[in-house]
């Protein structure tokens, strides 16, 4: 079916998904902060329903905890070097 298949050796994954290790990693640890929260203090007994508006702020709160620090170290923990 042309399919290659690739075996990746241990402990490069990081090296290759180098956004899910620094920075997506971290905004879903952000997200799912806010969620667990939500969850315990806001919710009433009847309500579970999480609202399409209150999950919009959630992630616009956890891009803003992404900050340029995070985004250069990312890169260079795999030796990329970051200007500016």
């Known amino acids: 079916l042309g ?6 050796p241990g402990g ?3 090296k290759l998904q180098v956004l899910d290790v620094g920075i997506n990693t ?6 799912r902060q806010e969620y667990e929260e939500y969850m ?4 009433p007994e009847d309500e ?6 209150r999950v ?11 900050n340029k620090t995070m985004i ?3 890169w260079s923990s795999i ?3 970051c200007s500016n």
Not at 56 to 66: C, T
Request: glycine fraction near 4%.
């Open 3 to 8: 399919t290659e298949v690739e075996i990746i």
């Open 12 to 14: 490069y994954i990081p």
């Open 26 to 31: 971290p905004f879903k640890d952000h997200v």
């Open 40 to 43: 315990l203090e806001f919710v």
């Open 48 to 53: 579970v329903a999480v609202t399409r508006e």
């Open 56 to 66: 919009s702020g959630w992630i616009v709160e956890s891009w803003k905890s992404v």
């Open 72 to 74: 250069d170290n990312t």
């Open 79 to 81: 030796g990329f070097v």
